[in-house]
């Protein structure tokens, strides 16, 4: 195994980790705040259509990225209002949500560019060494400088979420609606509200998620293009323990088992890929099963905050 | 108030269907197309001939599979949202039996059924037991499995079981295959009738199926009343599984014939639909299946029709499904009981 | 002394029941305001209405004289009213100081700014006596710290006026002594306190008001100099002694059931046993009497084996209970109206007539064919004749049972219960938000039952309840039984005491 193998193996887990990181981060946010999101998947792929449509539009991947972020807002307030408001239960609703936002993709796709049309293509969002003319094969000048503007963005958000869950007012107020909303209410703190900021963040997190695969990772729309990450990144908020550092560790070991099956897929190699590819799913299920259901999460996941109750 | 609870949950449904209707004939009108035209050939296409609809009912089939399994175990309150990894556990060990074991004819045929079923049942265990032992949310469990299995399913048709050059498994021999019963529709669809006909009168007329449904409704008063509660947690998952597997040995045997990527995909989530969908009444979901694979077979003659594409179809079922669980959630808010009682008041006194 | 707060004519309903019915309250500046009533009396639904959880029927809150419109726990703490809930609303995963800055608004930055926060903090701890560890979790710490943390959570936002929802519940004595230090401190400082409580010794000491709720209406208001705790107990409990229109028994049968030295964690006080011995016999109702919360409801989950014993033995009809779950004491003919009718008792979405089946469906009357095979005319001819026998109003019997009345909820369950002929019946709470009607009716089964040689084991914190029914009247106190009277003539005084824990 030579040196080259393991540096691209590298850098290319960074690669497969940054969707997860934006698409983890938007679950992140929606459990802190009570709301167990099963549909990141679908929210990704509307995110991923929109980004991809609108920088096929415009030529610009940023411009597809901004509104990517805004589709994700745009359906996910179905959910948050399903919900939050009519008190849905959360996880089935999550699901209709990946029903829902990846036939609108596919929809959209069809209704713009035909059905069986040629492969429509755009193009991807420049690195920081590009823009700045660096050329170089120096590995740490590919892992720091070769990077589109979204990988910052995304070690970026994952510093603020840290900082803003363990030290700022906000943050703590943010968590306790998701740990025990009627303790926070009698605190004065909008239960409710909270919740739908949560929702917006969390769509136009997911939506950048979606929206990076097409702007940045792929030049190329497919249905299903999400495959699976949306399911991955909610495998990471439990396998990184509900922490934004946590989530970050195993959205690069995801990213890292990702990387990894590709090479295996290249190669050629007699181990089935898909072996590796079943990691996530699998920690998930033993890091749940090892940790119990007490300790699973935010206390008020999943349960329906209502105002009035005896 | 008698009879009120009931008919909201039949008016729900088909006031969703209503409006996703509404909205799908706008973007049809939108993308330049006649409604009406596009209706009358999506019916066509899903009913207008005799094999037209064998087909909807061989496109319906493994939905109903899919749809009773979550109705099942829905009814004993636990959420099995893994009836995707569970179609396809059965369908796995089916393709087995039925390529490599040099098994043919009925034989196979009812062994392949069977250990379907039993692999099913297994693996919808997996979430059962950690729900039961361990406390542990069933839902995200069963999702993770449904990769699991799928990535499973992947390894199988790119690997073990793979036949020739392109990733697939072997078809199943001819004399293995159900057997047709009308147009496409095969003996696979009566078997999945059967079995909605034994959910349904499991549930309503034996009082094991009693109790399983009283344990759903309410876990602390079956409970105080005595019914051993994780048993019928455990089993409602063993069962909705092995239909879920049974399905999966069905499909392969009926209509796929082999494994290949995309095999059963979506069916997981679209049976927990059309079971909400349904109400959970086994009877009610298979129509509803009925109902959603007449949209999918019949957009494809819309297409041709009116150029619009199949998938306004799929944005028709997706509608229905946001507008049905939205407004079941919305009948059961407390403000908008009083609301409706207040109504009746108001009637009473008129 | 100035007037801080007054609430007239408060009335809160939910569904059909009234939990607070046109109630008054006036609380002073710089007093000690004690709440007095038993269990379900309105106390807690009254100061829920005051902080803002719930929003009264009918009714205004003045503060300082000004009409104030509370919708919500913000508004209340922004006026000056701080609460500490009977359940502490703390946040599990939290610090300590987490949870009283929680929802802070008085302070600028976006940051927490720990130093200064905790120095804060501690000044305030100092002043009231409220010792605390600011940096440990909230579960690592015990109940009576985590109440000097709501305690703080109130003060630290500037609390005029804090509400205590029975807060020397789950305190040691010495606790207790601490707690009213600082309300003194607080009375000093000129800000009120709203004491809820049902213990006659502590409101005796520290009121300096008291006002008496019952049924959900206020009874009166009383100076503490100028009363004594036996006029405030006859208010509380409302009792004109009216002697029971049943015939007490005083000699039982052999006994159904016998609990010797039962053991269930034993070192909570209120949720817990604390060697326990206790013996039901046949044809004669026995009463535990006490206030909600010391141990009642585990004693009736062991003797209907919902909760296993950690010591001590349990005899049925003579031997031994060696496996507690509910079916096996359902097979030994034990029946069971549980405390919540609603959690417990009844599945609301069924209809009426299979809650009436609900046990029984295996039943050879029911089913055929080891219950395969549900006879559903033998069902349904069974229902409508227990709904006759029972008068259960319903539109009909497919009526899902969440839309009846509570008293016909509650008899369904008594009818599924009864038809068992059972050897036992534990009866917890029976008659809870009836009305007269519903409840005597109960009462008639329940003595029916007695005389039909069944025993009856009936917990109720309705005091009056009680003394109607009961044969023997046994008292328990933070999980002990405190003392056997007689149902015949009971010495009222004695049992009182007792009830208090002397």
């Known amino acids: 195994m030579d040196m080259t193998f393991v540096t691209n193996l590298l850098l290319a887990s960074v690669h497969m980790a940054t969707p997860l990181i934006f698409l983890a981060l938007a679950e992140l946010y929606s459990q802190r705040a009570g709301l167990v999101h099963i549909g990141i998947e679908g929210l990704a792929a509307i995110g991923s259509l929109t980004g991809f449509l609108v920088s096929y539009i415009s030529g610009s991947p940023m411009t597809g990225m901004f509104l990517g972020a805004l589709m994700g807002i745009l359906v996910n307030m179905i959910y948050a209002y399903a919900t939050i408001t009519l008190c849905a239960e959360q996880t089935v609703y999550g699901m209709i949500i990946n029903i829902f936002a990846l036939a609108l993709a596919s929809f959209i796709y069809r209704v713009y560019f035909g059905a069986g049309a040629s492969l429509a293509q755009v193009n991807l969002m420049s690195t920081l060494s590009s823009a700045l003319g660096i050329t170089s094969d120096n590995f740490f000048v590919e892992l720091l400088l070769d990077q589109t503007l979204m990988v910052y963005l995304a070690y970026g958000l994952v510093l603020f979420t840290a900082v803003y869950f363990n030290k700022t007012k906000s943050g703590l107020n943010y968590k306790a609606v998701g740990e025990y909303p009627k303790a926070a209410a009698t605190l004065g703190i909008n239960v409710i509200g909270v919740k739908y900021v949560a929702s917006i963040i969390c769509g136009a997190l997911a939506g950048m998620g979606g929206a990076y695969l097409t702007t940045c990772y792929s030049t190329t729309y497919v249905d299903g293009n999400v495959a699976g990450r949306g399911f991955i990144a909610l495998a990471a908020v439990i396998f990184g323990r509900w922490s934004a550092g946590g989530v970050l560790l195993a959205c690069l070991f995801f990213g890292f088992c990702d990387a990894l099956q590709i090479r295996l897929q290249i190669s050629g190699s007699s181990m089935p890929y898909q072996f590796f590819q079943m990691i996530p799913y699998i920690a998930t299920v033993a890091v749940l099963t090892l940790i119990g259901a007490k300790k699973a999460g935010p206390k008020g996941a999943g349960k329906p905050y209502r105002k009035e109750e005896r | ?89 059965g369908s796995i060990i089916c393709c087995y039996i039925a390529t490599r074991t040099g098994l043919t004819g009925l034989p196979a045929i009812l062994l392949c059924l069977l250990a379907g079923a039993v692999f099913g049942g297994l693996w919808a265990m997996i979430p059962g037991i950690l729900k039961v032992f361990r406390g542990q949310n069933e839902m995200i469990i069963s999702i993770m499995l449904n990769y699991v299995a799928s990535l499973f399913m992947s390894v199988i048709y790119t690997n073990w079981l793979r036949d020739g050059t392109v990733p697939q498994t072997a078809a199943v021999p001819d004399e293995t295959r159900l057997t047709r019963i009308f147009g496409r529709a095969t003996t696979g669809f009566l078997i999945a009738l059967v079995v909605g006909a034994l959910i349904y009168y499991f549930l309503f007329n034996t009082s094991m199926g009693f109790q399983l449904r009283a344990v759903g409704l309410n876990m602390t008063t079956a409970e105080y009343n005595g019914f051993a509660v994780k048993k019928y947690i455990l089993l409602s998952f063993i069962v909705s599984g092995a239909i879920a597997g049974l399905g999966g040995s069905a499909e392969l045997l009926g209509t796929q014939y082999r494994l290949i990527s995309g095999f059963a995909s979506g069916y997981g989530f679209d049976g927990v639909a059309m079971a909400l969908i349904g109400q959970l009444h086994p009877l009610a979901t298979m129509a509803v299946a009925i109902f959603f694979a007449a949209l999918r077979v019949g957009s494809t003659a819309m297409q041709t029709a009116t150029g619009v594409p199949t998938s306004v179809s799929d944005i028709i079922q997706a509608l229905v499904i946001v507008f049905t669980v939205a407004g079941l959630a919305m009948v059961k808010l407390p403000s908008f009981k009083t609301a409706l009682a207040r109504l009746h008041m108001k009637k009473e006194a008129a | 002394m100035e007037e801080l707060l007054r609430m007239e004519h408060i009335t809160k309903r939910f569904g059909d029941v009234y939990a607070n019915r046109d109630i008054d309250l006036e609380v002073r500046k710089g007093e000690v305001h004690t709440l007095l009533g038993e269990n379900g009396a309105g106390k807690s639904t009254l100061m829920n209405v005051l902080f803002g959880l719930y929003q009264p029927t009918e009714g205004s809150i003045y503060l300082r004289g000004q009409k104030v419109r509370i919708d919500s726990p913000a508004q209340a703490v922004r006026l000056g009213i701080g609460m500490v809930h009977q359940h502490f609303m703390l946040v599990e995963a939290m610090t300590v100081f987490e949870n009283i800055i929680l929802g802070d608004k008085n302070t600028k930055g976006i940051f927490i700014d720990k130093e200064a926060r905790k120095k804060e903090i501690v000044e305030l701890s100092e002043r009231y006596g409220l010792d605390v560890e600011l940096d440990k979790p909230v579960t690592e710490i015990a109940v009576g710290a985590q109440q000097r943390v709501e305690i703080l959570k109130a003060l630290y936002r500037g609390a005029e006026l804090l509400v205590l929802d029975e807060p020397s519940a789950a305190l040691t004595d010495l606790e207790v002594e601490g707690l009213f230090r600082m309300m003194g401190k607080l009375k000093e400082e000129g800000k009120s306190v709203i004491f809820i409580s049902h213990k006659m010794r502590e409101v005796m000491r520290i009121s300096d008001r008291i006002t008496i709720l019952r049924d959900g209406r206020t009874i009166r208001t009383l100076d503490r100099e100028a009363t004594t705790g036996e006029e405030l107990a006859d208010l ?134 080891k219950g395969f095979f549900l006879k559903k005319k033998a069902i349904r001819d069974h229902a409508l004749a227990i709904q006759k026998k029972y008068d259960i109003r319903c539109a009909s019997i497919d009526q899902e049972a969440r839309n009846l009345s509570g008293g016909n909820q509650q008899k369904i369950i008594l009818a599924r219960e009864m038809e068992s002929q059972p050897d036992l019946l534990v009866a917890v709470h029976p008659t809870r938000g009836l009305d007269i009607g519903a409840a005597s009716f109960i009462h008639d089964v329940m003595i029916e039952a007695r005389d039909r040689g069944c025993g009856v084991l009936l917990i109720s914190a309705d005091f009056d309840e009680i003394l109607e029914v009961s044969d023997r009247i046994v008292v328990m106190f933070e999980g002990q039984v405190m003392g056997e009277f007689s149902g015949k003539e009971p010495p009222i005084d004695q049992i009182s005491l007792a009830m208090a824990g002397k």
């Open chain 2, 1 to 89: 108030m008698k009879h009120s609870g009931k008919l909201i949950s039949v008016l729900v449904p088909l006031v969703s269907v209503m409006m996703a209707f509404v909205i799908g004939c706008a973007i049809i009108a939108i993308l330049g197309a006649s409604p009406v035209t596009a209706l009358q050939a999506l019916w066509t296409g899903a009913f207008g001939t005799a094999r037209n609809i064998s087909t909807t009912l061989s496109r319906a089939t493994p939905l109903i599979f899919t749809s009773l399994c979550a109705c099942f175990a829905y009814r004993c309150g636990v959420f099995n949202l893994g009836g995707e990894g569970q179609f396809m556990m």
């Open chain 3, 236 to 369: 509380m409990i409302g009792r004109e002694l009216v002697p029971s229109q049943y015939v007490k028994v005083e000699q039982a049968g052999e006994p159904v059931i016998a609990l010797r030295e039962v053991d269930y964690h034993k070192t909570s006080k209120h949720n817990g046993l604390n060697g326990v011995t206790l013996t039901v016999g046949r044809g004669e109702v026995v009463g535990i009497a006490g206030v909600d919360g010391n141990g009642q409801s585990q004693l009736a989950q062991v003797v209907t084996g919902v909760i296993a014993p950690d010591a001590g033995s349990v005899d049925m009809k003579g031997s031994t209970v060696a496996q507690f779950t509910p079916n096996g004491f359902i097979l030994e003919n034990v029946s069971h109206i549980p405390e919540d009718r609603n959690k417990m008792g009844l599945v609301g979405d069924m209809s009426v007539k299979d809650n009436i089946v609900l046990k029984a469906t295996g039943d050879p009357r029911f089913s055929a064919a």
